[in-house]
């Protein structure tokens, strides 16, 4: 979302993040009034905004074939991959599933580091070059020493052992290789990660409390990313080993008292909210949902007005509401709820009304899938298969 598409490389799509244009100018702007115009002071404002652009075009270039390493080698594994996408933080591959064995996830992920030193090297030597020819002040000198700088320091921090970062990738793939349990390795590369981005923003807060406030700036931005990324990253991913495959109607809620259409909201209220404790209550007229009468219906209606007021008049008709079938996903109800801020759904199967599914029994599914996780014996590996 918020990114559009640029493209494709070897058959896969690149996009870009509209937060990829606040980062390229924020460098541009650093590089050119900054670094090399301290560095190259007789440089013109022009030339060094000219250099800059070049600089930070060809640095993001980088980025992406360290991802594009990421995503040819994925997809000569097996694994599908859904696009490349550039935002503020450099890039990211996404993959249509996770990788199926240690073996794979070590492939996977090593060779993006092992690109952008590659790429580092490689610019250093051509900055070498320039030396021993006397163009250290050059323009292109200038890029390439840019270049081999940033590319080995882009390769050392995504080495740093904290999922999602390659590094957390590789620490994930040795834990799963040892332990033979994935979702414990994703737990263990995961906290390791929280752990270096707290060191991260401590770092960055230092940095600028001793004056230097950028960088300061943007250490804490990085480390409150990483955080963020490694503790949704073991989320999503207990979330599709446990709700994986798994279908709507294995956990309906059928402990529910259903009214009929013309009774008073006080009668409703008095007879079935209060002493069930029914939040919500379906309106029901021969197993055929009607609407539903929930706390919120009931506030737009004065007190004073529910015995004179019927529920039919009340409710919210099905016609307006979320609803799923047995046969859905439990991670599409789970999105649904999520997307329009509801804590259960209406489970219909055609206009037949079969119960609830409520986000308490979906996220008490995952907290025993969790608890299972870490007494579950070694997985066994599974052959890869595509599914975008």
């Not at 794979?104 to 993006?112: D, K, L, P, S, T």
């Not at 939040?279 to 009468?293: E, F, K, Q, S, T």
């Not at 206009?351 to 007494?375: M, Y």
Request: charged share 15%; proline share 4%; aromatic share 10%.
């Amino acid at each position: 979302m918020g990114a559009f598409r640029i493209g494709t490389i070897a058959g896969i799509e690149i996009r870009v993040h509209w937060s990829w244009f606040a980062i390229f100018l924020l460098l541009t702007w650093w590089l050119s009034e900054g670094f090399f115009q301290e560095v190259y002071g007789d440089w013109s404002a022009t030339q060094a905004w000219v250099v800059s652009v070049v600089a930070v075009l060809l640095f993001f270039s980088s980025v992406l074939l360290h991802e594009l390493s990421h995503s040819l080698v994925a997809r000569r594994l097996g694994l599908p991959v859904r696009n490349i996408t550039l935002f503020i933080f450099g890039g990211v591959s996404s993959l249509g599933s996770e990788p199926t064995s240690a073996r794979q996830e070590f492939q996977v992920a090593i060779v993006g580091p092992l690109t952008s030193f590659a790429l580092g090297i490689a610019c250093a030597a051509l900055a070498a070059i320039a030396y021993a020819f006397g163009e250290e002040d050059s323009p292109p000198a200038a890029v390439v020493e840019y270049l081999a700088f940033i590319n080995l320091s882009v390769g050392v921090f995504n080495l740093l052992p904290g999922f999602p970062l390659d590094g957390g990738r590789v620490l994930r793939a040795t834990l799963w290789a040892r332990s033979g349990n994935m979702l414990n390795a994703t737990r263990w590369a995961s906290n390791a990660g929280t752990v270096i981005s707290f060191g991260l923003i401590a770092a960055g807060v230092l940095s600028t409390l001793l004056g230097n406030f950028i960088n300061g700036v943007w250490f804490i931005v990085i480390g409150w990313f990483l955080r963020n990324a490694s503790e949704s990253s073991y989320q999503q991913l207990l979330f599709r080993r446990t709700l994986g495959g798994r279908k709507v109607g294995e956990i309906v809620n059928r402990h529910f008292r259903s009214a009929p259409p013309d009774i008073s909201l006080e009668q409703l209220v008095r007879e079935y909210m209060l002493p069930l404790g029914q939040r919500c209550v379906p309106i029901v007229v021969a197993d055929d949902l009607l609407g539903l009468v929930s706390m919120s219906d009931l506030r737009h209606i004065a007190q004073e007005e529910w015995g004179t007021t019927t529920v039919f008049r009340a409710m919210t008709p099905r016609e307006r509401l979320h609803t799923v079938s047995s046969q859905d996903e439990l991670t599409t109800a789970l999105e649904t709820m999520a997307a329009h801020d509801v804590h259960q759904l209406p489970v219909l199967d055609g206009r037949s009304f079969l119960g609830f599914v409520t986000r308490a029994d979906v996220l008490r599914l995952i907290q025993v899938g969790r608890e299972l996780s870490t007494a579950a014996p070694a997985e066994q590996p599974v052959s890869p298969r595509r599914s975008d």
